[in-house]
Nanobody, 120 residues
Framework: QLQASGGGLVQAGGSLRLSCAAS????????MGWFRQAPGKEREFVAA????????IYTDSVKGRFIISRDNAKYTVYLDMRRLKPEDTAVYYC???????????????WGQGTQVTVSS
């Protein structure tokens, strides 16, 4: 199971840190990702970190602003979001990936979403 937290309301230019706590030892051997879904839009890839934490990938719109990381000892993956923009407003979902991929079809399991709202 994946439990996301840390969402909220923030002004443009602000920062938030999302956390996703996992249960089960499979976490340490799983690639992990964050996706988001804005109202009326499809769910999209945001960032992923490989099982060991040594490799990351990002969608272009968040490069240089978001950082994904993980702490395998705490079974937790993080998404540090900086210089937030109104267009970052969405429900953010953490996910365990079955492959090192940005594609939604690579998701093996989803966490519940956490709402991020960025006001202008």
């Amino acid at each position: 199971q994946l439990q996301a937290s840390g969402g909220g309301l923030v002004q443009a230019g602000g920062s938030l840190r999302l956390s996703c706590a996992a249960s089960g030892r499979a976490f340490s051997s799983s690639h992990m990702g964050w996706f988001r879904q804005a109202p009326g839009k499809e769910r999209e890839f945001v960032a992923a970190v490989n099982w060991g934490g040594g490799a990351t990938i990002y969608t272009d719109s968040v490069k240089g602003r978001f950082i994904i990381s993980r702490d395998n000892a705490k079974y937790t993956v993080y998404l540090d979001m900086r210089r937030l923009k109104p267009e970052d407003t969405a429900v953010y979902y953490c996910a365990a990936l079955t492959a090192w991929s940005k594609e939604t079809k690579s998701v093996g399991s989803w966490g519940q979403g956490t709402q991020v709202t960025v006001s202008s």
